[in-house]
């Protein structure tokens, strides 16, 4: 793997820029079959969760590949009821169960709920114990960063928020930024939504690329990590193809310039699970 298919996080770790989504992938050959063509394709980075309800079979797709562990950046994350509960390290003993693993790369508190502070300080725990490599946020806005940052020891390596090109969270990376915490991008592809979006399409075929290329090209030069999904081999191939072309700066802007606020997914300063 070239250096650009990495990204050096706060805590020296590199984590590979480019990942697969496993979200609404079922916990049994489609869920195996995706992460084994995601491998072959050059992806060395699986982005699972407790609440996705396949982590048995993204552990059994990591322990059957020709790959070892090392080689391999698994996520998984915290879900909300965990840390209402505080039971952070129950949970995460359960995944790695679950996942067939001694470790993870990285774990993640899936939402700011209330209890965050004190999961925190659990996941610094994991983080002693080794049985994690990194810790990181997912939809930590400005305040939930904050949060977070006053209370830990450990500054979060990752958060990671909906981003792409019509939602880029100005304030919760400018946070993040502040204390050198990686961004990923969830729902990159707009939950496929892209397709509807001439200026990719036209962009594209300047490039002889394809849409969704240009889409994830475009949050990598932005130095964000992806991690499209698909259960298709011909789309998870399209998707893992985007480290031998670069979009030029005028075409970065246009896209720049598409910015709605508009978001697919729920939105961290009011959802209610
Ligand atoms: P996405 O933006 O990756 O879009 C996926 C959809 O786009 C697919 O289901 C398919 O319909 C379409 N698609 C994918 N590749 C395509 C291609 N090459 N051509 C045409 N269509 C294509 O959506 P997502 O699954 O919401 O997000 C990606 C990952 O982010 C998830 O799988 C999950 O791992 C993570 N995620 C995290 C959170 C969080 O709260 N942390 C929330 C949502 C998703």
Redo the contacts with the bound molecule.
């Keep these: 793997m070239g250096g650009m298919r990495m990204q050096r996080l706060n805590n020296g770790l590199e984590i590979p820029r480019l990942?697969?989504?496993?979200?609404?992938?079922d916990n049994g050959t489609e869920a195996i079959r995706a992460i084994h063509w995601a491998f072959d394709a050059g992806y060395r980075h699986v982005?699972?969760?407790r609440i996705?309800k396949n982590e048995e079979a993204v552990g059994q797709a990591i322990k059957q590949a020709d790959l070892p562990r090392q080689d391999i950046w698994l996520?998984t994350?915290i879900w909300n009821d965990d840390i209402r509960q505080g039971r952070a390290t129950a949970a995460l003993e359960e995944s790695l169960r679950r996942l067939d693993t001694d470790y993870v790369d990285l774990l993640?508190l899936?939402?700011p709920v209330d209890g965050s502070v004190a999961a925190w300080q659990e996941l610094e725990r994991a983080l002693e114990a080794g049985k994690v490599r990194s810790i990181g946020l997912?939809?930590f806005m400005e305040d939930d960063i904050r949060k977070i940052i006053g209370a830990g020891n450990v500054r979060p390596a990752v958060n990671?928020?909906?981003y792409?090109p019509y939602l880029v969270q100005a304030d919760a990376i400018s946070t993040s930024d502040e204390y050198d915490i990686a961004i990923?991008?969830?729902?990159?592809?707009?939950?496929?939504?892209?397709?509807q979006e001439p200026l990719f399409a036209e962009i594209a075929k300047r490039y002889d690329r394809?849409?969704?290329?240009v889409v994830l090209r475009w949050c990598i030069q932005n130095d964000v990590i992806?991690?499209?999904?698909?259960?298709?081999q011909?789309?998870?191939v399209?998707?893992g193809q985007l480290f031998d072309f670069e979009l030029a700066e005028s075409d970065m802007v246009d896209i720049d310039n598409l910015e709605r606020g508009h978001r697919?997914?729920?939105d961290p300063h009011d959802f209610d699970f």
């Design positions: 990942g697969l989504g496993v979200w609404q992938t982005d699972t969760a996705y996520t994350k993640l899936h939402w997912s939809n990671q928020i909906e792409h990923t991008a969830w729902s990159p592809l707009m939950q496929g939504k892209f397709l394809t849409a969704a290329q992806v991690i499209p999904k698909s259960v298709h011909k789309r998870i399209e998707n697919f997914g729920p």
